[in-house]
Nanobody, 119 residues
Framework: QVQLVESGGGLVQPGGSLRLSCAAS????????MGWYRQAPGKQRDLVAK???????NYADSVKGRFTISRDNAKSTVYLQMNSLKPEDTAVYYC?????????????WGQGTQVTVSS
């Protein structure tokens, strides 16, 4: 198992910034990729950004140029810097990790952190 602990959510005004953090526990699993998804009320959970161990990064079109994902491999931590936040960014943000135990790949999820963008 890989446990993911998120922090950094909260309430922010439109145009503001927030930084989310997600720390992965020590595990026999080797993490290949980490990223962030979000889910707004009544909607499906969608990818926001992800980064692989090889350095490949993907962003949802809706956040390109505003959000930046980064990863500290030594700390098994992934960050999401969110700038120029909009009300439509309001959602529960979930950290995810794709990891392998040498036999198969598994996806793990954090508990989620609420981000609310409102004046």
């Amino acid at each position: 198992q890989v446990q993911l602990v998120e922090s950094g959510g909260g309430l922010v005004q439109p145009g503001g910034s927030l930084r989310l953090s997600c720390a992965a526990s020590e595990s026999i699993f080797s993490i290949n990729a980490m990223g962030w998804y979000r889910q707004a009320p009544g909607k499906q959970r969608d990818l926001v950004a992800k980064t692989t161990s090889g350095g490949r990064i993907n962003y949802a079109d809706s956040v390109k140029g505003r959000f930046t994902i980064s990863r500290d491999n030594a700390k098994s931590t992934v960050y999401l810097q969110m700038n120029s936040l909009k009300p439509e960014d309001t959602a529960v943000y979930y950290c995810t990790a794709i990891a392998t135990n040498g036999i198969g790949n598994f996806q793990f999820w954090g508990q989620g952190t609420q981000v609310t963008v409102s004046s």
